[in-house]
């Protein structure tokens, strides 16, 4: 196939603006049925596919217009738990900005596929640069979206939608950007090779044959055992959500409830959900003295996670409690506290526009900047408090400062009986798989599990319900390829691929000034020259 016509098949819209809009309306809830607790992870390709046609050939203006819908279509149902306790603003007010930065995002795409025709023509250029460029953006947006503003909000990655999928072992070799890369790439190349009309042609199916079975062949990053620990997790389902009534004690009291019949039981370790303690045991004799108690009772280390203040800060904490030390022994602040949940950021501002609702928030969590790692007993354990599970940084840490199996400490009270718990644990279970590490993953209220290196579930307890899990849980040593090159991989997915488009912006530049500079010399001539491609 000659280069002209595939250039001018890759010219124009392919949709009229307002069926490209449809399609961007539709590609927002298909996409969102690929994660919990709908779980169907195959829709990820079609709503990605709707999202990408509805891209193609759109002007900077229309590109903004129709990533802005999906950005809304989306965000507004996958996020819709918000509106739980806090009601409509804060779930407009977030998914509006991630609707708008979509659409900023949707700039750079749009602008591939009407560039990089028009500066590399030709069927292998379509077939297989143009999807690799536009996948590449597409993981862009979503690592900005996931640093920007404040600590972003990583949550929606196309990536951490396969956590039930055969594809997810990928992401032990890539990280998760590097699976949202392979996907959008691997839908992006069917798109062209669909576009281009020649499915006849059993060649033209290859680039995207080749990336559908990597995604599916290619086995998880093999980790080495060694050994296991014996662990008791904690679900004591007390009244631990923001606006729960409770009597003094309450929370504590229930976890102490929740871990009696493991009495007797031999422990390694003894964990407690997120929130799992009322008050400071920094500050407080009666829980320090409590925590004293179970730890001697129970001859195994405890770890424990509750609100601290040191000096004139806040911060949220686990802490490992061992008797007959000065405790606590160990101690990690979470990472990223959550903007307009744990904190308010520009508090000044946000007090004039919603003074009622920001007045709620009478904590202010200080971030940490203590390694998300504590050693039991010889043990590495790599930690994660509740949203922290989202952001790469925190988990790869702890794997390469030695954790040898992961604790998921989360208090989910607040978002009870909605998708946020099961999403969050669909993260957890991809973080399994990309570290090969087992995890503990451990909520107040559900659902808790224990899940193994293969992110296979070992034990769980459900949702609103009062227990405890007890298992052998596996350990690991060795960093799988996505700990030990994950940053690289978002460098170069991210800057390398705006860089690229620039690349490839420069190069129409430059030859459309030559172009120019020869056009006047063919029709002194008489020449006939099609500069239209």
Same mark, same amino acid.
């Given at each position: 196939?000659?280069?002209?016509?595939?250039?001018?098949?890759?010219?124009?819209?392919?949709?009229?603006?307002?069926?490209?809009?449809?399609?961007?309306?539709?590609?927002?809830?298909?996409?969102?049925?690929?994660?919990?607790?709908?779980?169907?992870?195959?829709?990820?390709?079609?709503?990605?596919?709707?999202?990408?046609?509805?891209?193609?050939?759109?002007?900077?203006?229309?590109?903004?217009?129709?990533?802005?819908?999906?950005?809304?279509?989306?965000?507004?149902?996958?996020?819709?738990?918000?509106?739980?306790?806090?009601?409509?603003?804060?779930?407009?007010?977030?998914?509006?900005?991630?609707?708008? &930065?979509? @659409? /900023?995002? !949707?700039? %750079?795409?749009?602008?591939?596929?009407?560039?990089?025709?028009? *500066?590399?023509? +030709?069927?292998?250029?379509?077939?297989?640069?143009?999807?690799?460029?536009?996948?590449?953006?597409?993981?862009?947006?979503?690592?900005?979206?996931?640093?920007?503003?404040?600590?972003?909000?990583?949550?929606?990655?196309?990536?951490?939608?396969?956590?039930?999928?055969?594809?997810?072992?990928?992401?032990?070799?890539?990280?998760?950007?590097?699976?949202?890369?392979?996907?959008?790439?691997?839908?992006?190349?069917?798109?062209?090779?669909?576009?281009?009309?020649?499915?006849?042609?059993?060649?033209?199916?290859?680039?995207?044959?080749?990336?559908?079975?990597? &995604?599916? @062949? /290619?086995? !998880?990053? %093999?980790?080495?055992?060694?050994?296991?620990?014996?662990?008791? *997790?904690?679900? +004591?389902?007390?009244?631990?959500?923001?606006?729960?009534?409770?009597?003094?004690?309450?929370?504590?009291?229930?976890?102490?409830?929740?871990?009696?019949?493991?009495?007797?039981?031999?422990?390694?370790?003894?964990?407690?959900?997120?929130?799992?303690?009322?008050?400071?045991?920094?500050?407080?004799?009666?829980?320090?003295?409590?925590?004293?108690?179970?730890?001697?009772?129970?001859?195994?280390?405890?770890?424990?996670?509750?609100?601290?203040?040191?000096?004139?800060?806040?911060?949220?904490?686990?802490?490992?409690?061992?008797?007959?030390?000065?405790?606590?022994?160990?101690?990690?602040?979470?990472?990223?506290?959550?903007?307009?949940?744990?904190?308010?950021?520009?508090?000044?501002?946000?007090?004039?526009?919603?003074?009622?609702?920001?007045?709620?928030?009478?904590?202010?969590?200080?971030?940490?900047?203590?390694?998300?790692?504590?050693?039991?007993?010889?043990?590495?354990?790599?930690?994660?408090?509740?949203?922290?599970?989202?952001?790469?940084?925190?988990?790869?840490?702890?794997?390469?400062?030695?954790?040898?199996?992961?604790?998921?400490?989360?208090?989910?009270?607040?978002?009870?009986?909605?998708?946020?718990?099961?999403?969050?644990?669909?993260?957890?279970?991809?973080?399994?798989?990309?570290?090969?590490?087992?995890?503990?993953?451990?909520?107040?209220?559900?659902?808790?599990?224990?899940?193994?290196?293969?992110?296979?579930?070992?034990?769980?307890?459900?949702?609103?319900?009062?227990?405890?899990?007890?298992?052998?849980?596996?350990?690991?040593?060795?960093?799988?390829?996505?700990?030990?090159?994950?940053?690289?991989?978002?460098?170069?997915?991210?800057?390398?691929?705006?860089?690229?488009?620039?690349?490839?912006?420069?190069?129409?530049?430059?030859?459309?000034?030559?172009?120019?500079?020869?056009?006047?010399?063919?029709?002194?001539?008489?020449?006939?020259?099609?500069?239209?491609?």
């Amino acid at each position: 196939m000659s280069a002209a016509p595939a250039a001018r098949v890759a010219q124009g819209p392919l949709l009229p603006l307002w069926a490209a809009a449809l399609t961007a309306a539709v590609a927002g809830p298909v996409l969102d049925l690929a994660f919990p607790d709908v779980g169907w992870w195959p829709f990820a390709f079609v709503g990605v596919a709707f999202a990408l046609v509805s891209l193609i050939g759109r002007s900077i203006g229309g590109a903004v217009f129709v990533g802005f819908v999906f950005g809304a279509s989306f965000s507004l149902i996958h996020i819709i738990w918000i509106t739980r306790y806090l009601g409509p603003i804060p779930w407009l007010a977030l998914s509006g900005l991630e609707a708008i &930065l979509m @659409a /900023v995002g !949707a700039v %750079p795409i749009a602008l591939a596929y009407r560039w990089l025709p028009r *500066a590399m023509p +030709g069927t292998l250029s379509r077939l297989i640069v143009l999807p690799i460029l536009v996948a590449g953006l597409w993981t862009a947006r979503e690592l900005f979206m996931g640093s920007w503003p404040y600590t972003g909000f990583p949550w929606a990655r196309i990536g951490m939608s396969q956590s039930e999928s055969p594809l997810a072992d990928i992401a032990s070799w890539t990280g998760v950007a590097g699976l949202t890369f392979l996907m959008v790439a691997a839908t992006a190349a069917v798109v062209e090779w669909l576009r281009l009309g020649r499915i006849r042609d059993l060649r033209t199916a290859l680039p995207a044959t080749v990336a559908v079975v990597l &995604l599916i @062949a /290619v086995p !998880a990053f %093999p980790t080495t055992p060694s050994g296991d620990l014996r662990v008791g *997790a904690v679900q +004591g389902n007390g009244p631990s959500a923001y606006f729960d009534e409770r009597t003094q004690y309450a929370i504590l009291n229930a976890q102490l409830e929740a871990t009696a019949p493991l009495a007797g039981e031999d422990l390694d370790l003894l964990v407690w959900p997120e929130g799992g303690i009322d008050y400071d045991p920094l500050q407080d004799a009666t829980t320090a003295a409590t925590l004293d108690a179970l730890a001697e009772e129970f001859e195994a280390p405890l770890l424990v996670n509750a609100a601290t203040d040191r000096g004139a800060q806040t911060f949220n904490t686990s802490m490992l409690w061992e008797a007959g030390s000065e405790n606590p022994v160990a101690f990690h602040d979470k990472r990223n506290p959550v903007p307009m949940g744990e904190y308010v950021p520009d508090r000044w501002f946000f007090e004039r526009i919603v003074p009622d609702l920001v007045g709620l928030i009478q904590r202010e969590y200080t971030p940490g900047d203590n390694p998300p790692f504590i050693d039991v007993d010889g043990v590495g354990v790599g930690l994660a408090i509740c949203f922290d599970v989202i952001y790469d940084a925190v988990i790869w840490e702890g794997a390469r400062d030695g954790a040898e199996f992961y604790v998921f400490q989360t208090n989910n009270a607040d978002f009870r009986d909605t998708d946020e718990n099961l999403q969050q644990l669909a993260f957890a279970r991809m973080r399994a798989i990309e570290t090969g590490r087992s995890v503990v993953n451990l909520s107040t209220v559900g659902t808790s599990q224990v899940i193994g290196p293969d992110g296979a579930t070992i034990d769980s307890l459900p949702a609103g319900t009062a227990g405890h899990l007890l298992e052998d849980v596996p350990l690991r040593t060795g960093l799988t390829p996505a700990v030990m090159i994950g940053p690289a991989v978002q460098v170069l997915l991210g800057w390398g691929s705006l860089l690229a488009l620039a690349g490839v912006g420069i190069l129409l530049r430059v030859r459309g000034r030559r172009t120019q500079t020869k056009t006047p010399a063919c029709e002194e001539t008489g020449v006939d020259r099609d500069v239209s491609a």
